[in-house]
């Protein structure tokens, strides 16, 4: 039987089980989670290998799961960047997973999320999250139906997600609709995210997690510096927000929600990188930051990447005047945020 692979794109209104989904797939805690909309902002890939099996329609292969952003309608600059996520993602993939939260009625986002569906005409399965929290089974059918008749999938799968539930019949389902091909990424790897970005995720899930109200929403994190050695790993990070009275909620009195928020994400990274961790955090408020387009862009892993790369290549193409920009620039920052060295103890005001 043929090896198969293929793009598969997870397509849902924010907190479906998208990101829970592809962290149960994988094996790994790739996307972050949290009870909060929107918590996933950027396409996140992870790679499933599944190995042949003996006997009819147990192909072996490999499925590149894309995770993307809740589909809603967006009122913001970071908003159009990530519905901008969620239709590239959907325009290289040979496969779809509409995932569905069946303890939720079908509202309009639900309905945009099938008309994006439709642009492309991708094949697609209907996958219902959560069916164990339904008692009564026989309720599901008259919610098969109704999508049914908005969207000809190919497939309906009830699974749980968070129990890892009816994952190992969805996987079959996938690989047998995939197309023969190659491996796109080898067996050791997972995910295609830099660990950089992943630092900055897990800083922002402690965000999510430990404050409320507007604060999540209008925070970010981007890793400043990032040293990975043998034994220690150096990385600094500045959670932006929009307003001086976040920025002090975010810190805390004393520093408290600082450390608190810096010691759990450096736990978490210690995890991912096997290795220990010297974690510094910043808090820096940017009004206004969700609605301009040149900040939202920069807050792209890829392009981090690509201007990394560039710097690193051609040194000398920067002019001395702009690195003396630069150094001041970098002044200004330090003497606008708190900073927070987990393994000092308390925040010093720069």
Known sequence: MPFRSGFVCILGRPNAGKSTLLNAL??????????????????I???????KKK????DGGQIVLVDTPGVHRPDSSLGRKMMVEVREALEGCDLVLVIMDVTRKFDPRDQF??????????????????????????????????????????????????KRKGLDSLLEMV???????PAYFPEDQITDQPSRFMAAEIIREQVLLNTSEEIPYATTVMVDNFEEGARLARIAATIYCER??????????????????????????????????????YVKAEPGWRDSRRFVEELDWRRQLEHRMFEQASPAHVAPENREDNAEKMQERAAQSIRLSDRCGEPTED
């Open 26 to 43: 994988v094996g790994e805690k790739l996307a972050i989670i949290s009870p909060k909309p929107q918590t996933t902002r950027n396409r």
């Open 45 to 51: 890939q992870g790679v499933v290998h599944v190995p």
């Open 55 to 58: 006997g009819k329609g147990k």
């Open 113 to 162: 999320a099938l008309d994006l569906l439709k642009r492309p005409r991708t094949k697609a399965f209907l996958v219902l999250n959560k069916v164990d929290l339904i008692r009564e089974k026989s309720r599901l059918l008259p919610l098969i139906e109704q999508y049914r008749k908005l969207y000809d999938f190919s497939e309906v799968v009830p699974i749980s997600a968070l």
């Open 175 to 181: 690989i047998a609709a995939l197309p023969a091909g």
């Open 244 to 281: 001086p009275g976040q920025k002090g909620i975010l810190v805390g009195k004393g520093g408290k929600m600082l450390k608190k928020i810096g010691t759990s994400a450096r736990l978490q990274i210690e995890r991912m990188l096997g290795t220990k961790v010297f974690l510094e955090l």
